[in-house]
C-alpha cells in the first residue's frame, strides 16, 4: 500500500516543483487501515538516455532539501513506500522504483494466495521480475495484460493491483482494484507540457480518474 508518481514533459525540466507535491501528498496520505507512506521513498529519472536512481529509508517529506539538487529530466518515477509487514521495513532493496535498461517500474496493492513461484523477497520485486521476463518477448502494452492476466489467475484474493512504467519516451499504468476505490484508484492528467499518472492528485495539475481495469499510455 503505497503512492506513485510517473511524469512526462515535452522539454526537461527540474523534478523538485513535482517532487514538493507529492511528497505533500504522501504525508497526508494514508491507508484505508490507517498506515502512512512513510517507510521510505525512490526516484528514478532518465538522463543520458539512461535511468539514474535515489533510494532512502527516510519519509519522502523529511527530504525536500534534496529535491533541488536532481538533474532535469523529461521522464521520472516516484514511489512513497507503506510496507506491508514489519520485518520488511528498514531495507533499501524493497525500495521502488525498479529499473533495467529500458524501463523504470512501481506498483501498489495487495494480492493474497499466489500461487505462482518466481524469484524476489517481496511482492512488488516478483511482479517486476514477472513483467522484466515478458518484456524480454513482447511490447510494454502486452507484457502488461499478460503479466496481470497471470497474476489474477493465480491469486486467491486482490484487493488492488496498479502497476506503473515509465519508458524512454511514454508513461504507462494499469489499474486495477476490487476494494477501497478512494484509496486504489489511479489519476492522470494528460497536459500538452506535462503529463502525469498517480495514486492520488496532486497541487498544480487537473486530473482525471482511470477506471478499474483499464490501461494507459501517455
Known sequence: MC????????????PKKILTSFAKMAEKSKAFDGDWQGDGWGFSWLEDNKWKE??????????????AKFSES?????????????????????????????????????????????????????????????????SLTQALSKTTDVLKKNSRNIQALNIGVAGKNTISAYCHYNQHPNYYSLQYSDNPDVKIICSEIIDGFNFKSLPTNSLITL
Open 3 to 14: 503512492r506513485f508518481l510517473l511524469a512526462k514533459s515535452k522539454q526537461p525540466i527540474s
Open 54 to 67: 535515489y533510494r532512502s529509508l527516510e519519509p519522502i517529506w523529511k527530504e525536500k532539501d534534496k529535491f
Open 74 to 138: 523529461n521522464i521520472f518515477s516516484i514511489h512513497a513506500r507503506s510496507a506491508s509487514f514489519p520485518q520488511h521495513k528498514n531495507n533499501i532493496e524493497y525500495n521502488q522504483p525498479y529499473t533495467n535498461e529500458s524501463y523504470s517500474y512501481v506498483f501498489n496493492g495487495e494480492l493474497k494466495g499466489v500461487t505462482l513461484s518466481v524469484p524476489g523477497n517481496i511482492g512488488s520485486q516478483k511482479i517486476w521480475f514477472l513483467l522484466s521476463d515478458y518484456l524480454k518477448k513482447m
